[in-house]
């Protein structure tokens, strides 16, 4: 049985572990008022799930509890144009039902998530309009510069001219769906920025945006000293075209555990650590967890963590190695990950997890 949250109580689930909310008050506002909202993300298919992907994923979870009617669109057009498994829409459209398998191992309610197909959507002449307005009200400079918002820059608009279609349909998406609140990670914030202000200007509904941070690469990343927020967060994201800097849900324990031990963590850094993101934004949101940190005594014995602020303090200040902090990272997450890796020892999706890895071309 689902608790019964206050408006308060359902503002904090909302924006918990969030990087931006656009904007806070008119998301007070609509708790406040009652409002029954309608949110939504957009996810390409293009390949098999990293642990950046469970980030959103448990956000769809708090919105869930929070009693927000959750959409999730499977964006094959999206995934085709941005050259996704080679543009092949068949394995897409298998990517995305691997997708909703995953979420299900994961316990993401999947049975109170409204699945939407890119294509049916496409199907309908009013969504063209729509996109077709949508980039009628933007500048060709204005959606060069959304196309981060698909993994590539400016530059990239040359290949074909479907990528400067890519931003437009996705603000269309938005529109077109009529949502309260879009959600996806702090590198889409163009896209969700420009749907605002284009919903605002035809007297559509105007959708709050909710960002999820971006989980850090295991090599730490090179950031941009300039840029936007959202460019920022994209250049230093974890990444399945760099599969050495990423977590994938299927990994083996002992794949699980090279990587976390070979990953960048500077000792008391506490801001672009892969090691304390992946503490704080997948191990702790789980109910009850605890970071068991066992040491001989002589080095201070065990500890153990119940808050994710106790061990970011505990760290900064130089009380916690940073091998001890990996290994028992490395341990959580093979926990966490049991569900998922039991999953793929079956046959049919072994199967389909060596096709959509075979067929990865960025």
């Known amino acids: 049985m689902q608790k019964f949250l206050d408006a308060y109580e359902k503002f904090e689930l909302i924006k918990k572990n969030l990087a ?32 950046g992907w469970i980030v959103w994923m448990n956000k769809v979870k708090d919105l869930i509890d929070a009693g927000v009617e959750f959409n999730l669109l499977e964006a094959t057009w999206h995934a085709m144009i941005n050259d996704k498994l080679g543009g092949n829409m068949e394995l897409i459209r298998k990517a995305a039902r691997l997708t909703r398998d995953v979420m299900k191992a994961l316990n993401v309610q999947v049975d109170k998530i409204n699945f939407v197909d890119a294509e049916k959507m496409a199907r309908d002449k009013d969504y063209w309009a729509l996109v077709i307005k949508v980039m009628k009200m933007t500048s060709l400079a204005r959606m060069k510069r959304a196309l981060t918002i698909m993994g590539r820059n400016m530059d990239e608009a040359d290949l074909d001219t479907s990528k400067l279609i890519y931003p437009a349909m996705q603000v269309s998406d938005i529109i077109y769906m009529d949502l309260d609140i879009a959600l996806g990670g702090l590198d889409q914030r163009k896209a969700h920025v420009l749907a605002r202000e284009i919903a605002e200007k035809i007297n559509a509904k105007k959708p709050i945006g909710l960002h999820t941070p971006i989980l850090t690469g295991l090599d730490g990343g090179k950031r941009m000293e300039t840029g936007e927020i959202d460019e920022q967060a994209a250049s230093y994201k974890m990444s399945k075209s760099k599969p050495n800097t990423a977590i994938f849900v299927n990994d083996s324990e002992e794949d699980i555990k090279n990587k976390i031990m070979n990953a960048y963590c ?19 949101p789980q109910n009850g967890f605890k970071l068991v940190i066992e040491r001989p005594e002589k080095y201070g014995g065990t500890i153990i963590f119940e808050k994710y602020n106790e061990l970011e303090n505990e760290y900064a200040n130089g009380k916690v190695h940073p091998l001890d902090l990996k290994t028992a990272t490395a341990n959580s997450l093979i926990e966490m990950l049991k569900p998922v890796r039991k999953l793929f020892e079956k046959d049919d999706i072994k199967e389909l997890a060596q096709e959509i890895l075979k067929g990865i071309t960025r």
């Open 266 to 284: 500077p000792p008391r850094q506490t801001e672009f650590n892969p090691i304390l993101d992946i503490n704080k934004y997948l191990l702790f």
């Open 20 to 51: 931006e909310v656009l904007t806070e008050n008119e998301l007070k506002e609509k708790i406040e008022n009652g409002i029954k909202m309608k949110g939504y993300l957009g996810f390409e298919p293009s390949g098999l799930p990293h642990l």
